[in-house]
């Protein structure tokens, strides 16, 4: 089987976003694994007014992992896939909390057009609670907004909502405006065409001096940790992804890992691209070795080739 790629790889996940929610609850430590991905960016004790933009949210439980470890953060969520957009916009959000639909290779740096839509905020916040952590979107909101299109420009939109959302916006010119304080990705680089490409383009959205964390199955290179992820997945995630019927999402999720960069090789990618302070940090329990954070701070040195 090969490797899903761009619009093949969206489909897949619109068709999987039902069942999504579903298989991540049943890995241990997966939220809260996301949420000590969320303090390793070092972001403070006041991170209210900070700007970060959440690549490649998905249902939304790295949004909320956000939420809970930077409470009054101005976050906004981009994904290329409307599906899981959909997941995630119908749980309970704080204010300051923005959907974009657009792919990651779409976006277009710092002068990108503002992608938020509409300005109504009065959505009334029912659905489902926030995934993972406490304190934060599980305890209620007002709703967010969600913007849709792909590729530079301003999205337009009458931005009225009912419900659990706010600020609908339509458009073909959804992008995403920086400068951002950080910028968060999930599952993200090993699933796009050109990490480098991305990677530049995070740079050029980033504030100098912002931070990046990369919250990535990036396999440490010994034997052993490729063996258990193998092991992991043909024994558990295949078999329940299956019988939801979406085995070849997830036999793309155990390709993609083994082909995709090690930890070390993946910080190299990074510090390549224009970053300093690349650390690559491991989170505990059966994913040692498997998953890392990538931490990282834009250098004030621009991005070169790698």
Known sequence: MTR???????AAFDRAAHGYDTLVAANPGYHAHLRRSARRLGLGRSPEGLRVLDLGCGTG????????????AEIT?????????????????????TFVHASAEDLTGAGAG?????????????????QGGTGGPDDGGTGAGIATGTGAGTATGTGTA??????IGTGTGAAVSGPFDAVFAAYLFRNVTDPDAVLARVHGLLAPGGR?????????GRWAHRALWTAVSRGLVLPVATALGDGPLYR???RSVVEFDTAAAFTDRVRAAGFDRVRALPLPG??????????ARRADRPAGPR
């Open 77 to 97: 969520a981009v994904d290329a896939s409307a599906g899981m957009l959909e997941r995630a916009r119908a749980k309970r959000w704080p204010g300051c909390v």
């Open 252 to 254: 793309h999720l155990w």
């Open 286 to 295: 059966w994913q040692t070795g498997i998953t890392h954070t990538v931490v």
């Open 4 to 10: 899903l790629h761009d619009a093949e790889l969206a």
């Open 61 to 72: 439980a790295s949004t909320a992992a956000l939420a809970a470890v930077l409470p009054g």
């Open 114 to 130: 503002a992608g938020s839509g509409g300005d109504d905020r009065t959505g009334a916040g029912s659905g489902n609670g926030g």
């Open 162 to 167: 009912t419900g659990t959302g706010a600020g």
């Open 212 to 220: 990046l964390a990369a919250h990535e199955y990036t396999l440490s």
